[in-house]
Every structure is written in structure tokens, then in C-alpha cells.
Antibody, heavy 121, light 108 residues
Framework: EVQVVESGGALVQPGGSLRLSCAAS????????MTWVRQAPGKGLEWVSG????????HYADSVQGRFTTSRDNSKNMVYLQMSSLRAEDTAVYYC??????????????WGQGTLVTVSS | EIVMTQSPATLSVSPGERATLSCRAS??????LAWYQQKPGQAPRLLIY???VRATGVPARFSGSGFGTEFTLTITSLQSEDFAVYYC??????????FGQGTKVEIK
């Protein structure tokens, strides 16, 4: 059974940094791209970033470009979202999801339960 | 960037009735379109991909159609567990892959 578990969410001050982790199991991890999606309180879903199966390419939403970096360690079945220069509008539940293919251009078929990031002073 | 627009924002339906949800893309996404269901406090769940292919375990009362810029999710004979928010998302070729703003299906 495929499982995806996010961790690392916390309360952080504006301008601060935070790293989220995503652990995946029950799959041949290096065959699949992974994606981060966020959801601000009471709002809809926002695609944040996708990384290819071998980590060669990562793409970002304009809203986080230059501030967030996605990486992965296929030896550990882990994906990371390094967030810096955090703003109040980055407050959201961050979901990690398996992408149904080797590239981010595919549907998201397994999701974690999310981790909450709150940016506030 | 392609913009996804869903309508209506809220749909009030009685149990057992049909619900029809719409999603429009600002430019063609071929059939690279997915639908997700999200219930309160839960992660989204993939329902449909390739505009019309049901994901594993999704009941047959859910169906998707469309091509290019106009897409529809139909839920026939709504069950109590189907009342939720539904999102469409395109994944055509090049990121970003935005979601629509969602349609809430509520009990009438």
C-alpha cells in the first residue's frame, strides 16, 4: 500500500525559513515524480512545486519561485521542500503527493494528510 | 499560465439526484485534466484523470467528459458521502499546473 507522510510544519516568523519533509513507502520511489500542493485556511488548492522522478528538474509556482526549493533523496524515499523568506500568505496546510508518472505533468494519485505551516509574528 | 475556472461555486443537490460540475481552461489542455474530491479535514482524492478515466476504486456514478477547454464531472444518483468540494486541475505538458477554485456540492 502506498503511503505518503509529511512532517516539519511549524509556526515561523515572517522572513524565516523552514524545511518540510515527505516520506513515501509502498512504491518504487524513483519511478515517480512528486508534487507539493498547499491549501490556505478556508481556501482552495494551490499547486506549489513538482520534481521529476530522478530529481533532475523541479518546477515552481510563480508565488514561490526563488524562495522555495524542492529536492529529493531516492535512497531514502524522501522529498523535501525548503522554504525561505516566508510570508504570511504562505500560511497553509502543505500536502505532498505522488505523481502518476516520472514527470510533474501527471495527475496526483496518492496524497499525504498534510502538515501545517503558520507564518506569524 | 493557464487559468482553470470552475462553475458553479456551490451546487445544491438532493440525495439521489444528478450533479453536473463544469471546468473551463483558458487555453486547450487536450485531455490532460483531472478531478479531485476533498471532504472537510481530509486530503484530496483523485477521481478522474485523462478527462474521463476513473481512478482505482472510484464508483461508476462518477464520470468525466470533455476535451480542449471545456470539461464536465457528472455524479449520478448522489450519495451522502459525495457531498464535498470538487477541484479540477490541468497537467498539460509544462508547469505550473493550477487547480480550479472548486465547486462545493451541498445537500439541498
Amino acid at each position: 500500500e502506498v503511503q505518503v507522510v509529511e512532517s516539519g510544519g511549524a509556526l515561523v516568523q515572517p522572513g524565516g525559513s523552514l524545511r518540510l519533509s515527505c516520506a513515501a513507502s509502498g512504491l518504487t520511489f524513483h519511478n515517480f515524480a512528486m508534487t507539493w500542493v498547499r491549501q490556505a485556511p478556508g481556501k482552495g488548492l494551490e499547486w506549489v512545486s513538482g520534481i521529476s522522478s530522478l530529481g533532475m528538474t523541479a518546477h515552481y509556482a510563480d508565488s514561490v519561485q526563488g524562495r522555495f526549493t524542492t529536492s529529493r533523496d531516492n535512497s531514502k524515499n524522501m522529498v523535501y521542500l525548503q522554504m525561505s523568506s516566508l510570508r504570511a500568505e504562505d500560511t497553509a496546510v502543505y500536502y505532498c503527493a505522488r505523481t502518476l508518472g516520472a514527470l510533474p505533468s501527471a495527475p496526483l494519485d496518492f496524497w499525504g494528510q498534510g502538515t501545517l505551516v503558520t507564518v506569524s509574528s | 499560465e493557464i487559468v482553470m475556472t470552475q462553475s458553479p461555486a456551490t451546487l445544491s443537490v438532493s440525495p439521489g439526484e444528478r450533479a453536473t460540475l463544469s471546468c473551463r481552461a483558458s487555453q486547450s489542455v487536450n485531455t490532460y485534466l483531472a478531478w479531485y474530491q476533498q471532504k472537510p479535514g481530509q486530503a484530496p482524492r483523485l477521481l478522474i484523470y485523462g478527462a474521463s478515466v476513473r481512478a482505482t476504486g472510484v464508483p461508476a456514478r462518477f464520470s468525466g467528459s470533455g476535451f480542449g477547454t471545456e470539461f464536465t464531472l457528472t455524479i449520478t444518483s448522489l450519495q451522502s458521502e459525495d457531498f464535498a468540494v470538487y477541484y479540477c486541475q490541468h497537467y498539460d505538458t509544462w508547469p505550473p499546473f493550477p487547480f480550479g477554485q472548486g465547486t462545493k456540492v451541498e445537500i439541498k
